[in-house]
Every structure is written in structure tokens, then in C-alpha cells.
């Protein structure tokens, strides 16, 4: 896969990029990502990307010219999305990873200031994403964190762990069960019998009704989107019950 972003801040990047899983699958080939400095598209002594918003009001608006020759350096093919992080775009979630991981190239463009010039918007841009209802500085984190949830969908990306995914909160619709490693006690705390057990269908059947108890407790929402078996049904009751 190939991601490309547009940001006045490329050395944000390289830093959180380059380690863990995400550095990884770029040294594997698996994502290539590219920075492009939006300043290099500006033909001023000051490299300007911003000005004052016609009309007037407080602060800047990002000016189309170099957005537009931006794009035209990458020159995306036809189909690709195009997302503009912004804090008034759809917020983001796990069937937008998805989609976004399953395209073969990607571009963000990371707004700053108080936007970008409309007619940039509505040219440029196939959507536009928001990671929360707050209001960042700039794009430039929104944009590390969809491209951190893309690339460790990518096959190969994950290694051993590429099988944890299914159990992944929020790509089953369910938030993930309790997870307990080594020691089996600590400080009088012990892991429950059953993960001992060695019983995979009792383990299943525990790790299902723990899921659904934490998004009943924390995340009751989620339950109304997500095909819920007639087990599920029956341990939701039982839950409700018992709190
Ligand atoms: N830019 C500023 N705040 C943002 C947010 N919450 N999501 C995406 N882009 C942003």
C-alpha cells in the first residue's frame, strides 16, 4: 500500500513511523509512506500556504495553489481517496480502517489553521475524517493515527498477531474480554480457573460473555449495530441480571 500525505509539518512523522509494527511493515514493503512538505509547492520568498479568510474574521484559511500542485505532484489514480482530516469531517472508526486499508494508495491532507480554502475542499477531497469531538492543532495527529489503524490490517503487517485482529475490540462490534498472561497469581490476584483449564470451548464461551459485559457496562450503544446470536441474547440477559 501506498500512503501519501500532505502536511507543513512532514518531520512529525518519520519519528512515530518508522518504530514498532508500523516501521516494520514499511522496511517489509508492505506500506511505503511519503511526506510531501506543502511548502515546496509555494513559489513566494516566505513560502506562504496560508491567508486571511475573505470576508474577514479571526485567523487563516490554507490557500488552494499549493494544495492543488500538491496533488498534482502525487497524481493519484482515479478511485483513490483523498481524506482531508479536519474536525468537521464523519468521525473515524474500524469499518473506515478497513475500507481505507483495502485500497492500494491513500492521501491525506493535513489541515491546519482554520481550514482550507473551500474550493480545495470540494476539488481535492473524497471525504473527510474527524478522530473525535475535539479540536486539534492541525491534521498531522489524526492523520498518524488512521495511518497507524491502516497499516496493522495489512496482510503480513501484524506477524504472529495477525490472528488477534478478529478479537481486536471494535472489529468484532464487541469491546475485547479481559486478557491475563504469566504470572497465574499475583499479589494475591489470581486469573480466572477457566483460562487454566485448557478447555478451548469453555475458554470461547467465557471470553464471549466477558466481551459482551464490557460493552453492556461501558459501550451499551454498540449493541444495537452489531447481529447478536441467540447465545449472546441469552448471556445479555443473564448479565442484565446479575448487575
Ligand atoms: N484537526 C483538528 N482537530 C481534528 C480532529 N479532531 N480530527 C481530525 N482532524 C482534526
Redesign the pocket.
Known amino acids: 500500500m501506498e500512503i501519501h500525505v500532505i502536511t507543513i509539518f512532514p518531520e512529525v512523522f518519520p519519528p512515530v513511523l518508522t518504530v514498532g509494527i508500523v516501521g516494520r511493515a514499511q522496511r517489509a514493503g508492505i506500506a511505503t509512506i511519503f511526506v510531501h512538505d506543502l511548502r515546496e509547492h509555494t513559489h513566494d520568498r516566505h513560502r506562504t500556504v496560508d491567508d486571511a479568510p475573505f470576508g474577514g474574521g479571526p485567523g487563516m484559511v490554507m490557500r488552494p495553489e499549493p494544495l492543488f500542485e500538491a496533488m498534482d505532484s502525487i497524481a493519484p489514480a482515479p478511485g483513490t481517496p483523498v481524506v482531508v482530516?479536519?474536525?468537521q469531517?464523519r468521525p473515524?472508526n474500524q469499518r473506515d480502517a478497513e475500507r481505507l486499508s483495502a485500497h492500494e494508495s491513500v492521501v491525506f491532507i493535513?489541515?491546519r489553521y482554520e481550514g482550507i480554502d473551500e474550493r480545495a475542499r470540494t476539488s481535492l477531497a473524497t471525504e473527510e475524517?474527524?478522530?473525535?469531538?475535539?479540536?486539534?492543532?492541525?491534521?498531522e495527529?489524526?492523520?498518524l493515527v488512521i495511518i497507524d489503524s491502516l497499516i496493522r490490517l495489512l496482510p503480513g503487517a501484524m506477524g504472529h498477531g495477525q490472528e488477534a485482529i478478529a478479537d481486536d475490540s471494535h472489529t468484532s462490534g464487541l469491546l475485547q474480554y479481559p486478557q491475563y498472561t504469566r504470572p497465574a497469581e499475583y499479589r494475591g490476584k489470581v486469573v480466572p480457573d477457566i483460562l487454566l483449564s485448557g478447555d478451548h470451548a469453555a475458554i470461547s464461551k467465557w471470553r464471549r460473555r466477558e466481551a459482551l459485559r464490557r460493552t453492556l457496562t461501558r459501550r451499551n450503544e454498540m449493541l444495537s449495530v452489531i447481529e447478536l446470536s441467540a447465545a449472546d441474547n441469552k448471556m445479555l440477559e443473564e448479565l442484565r441480571e446479575e448487575s
Do not use: E, H, M, N
Request: charged residues 5%; aromatic residues 10%; contains cysteine.
Open positions: 482530516l479536519t474536525p469531517g473515524f493535513c489541515g475524517l474527524s478522530i473525535g469531538d475535539y479540536v486539534l492543532t492541525g491534521g495527529l489524526p492523520a
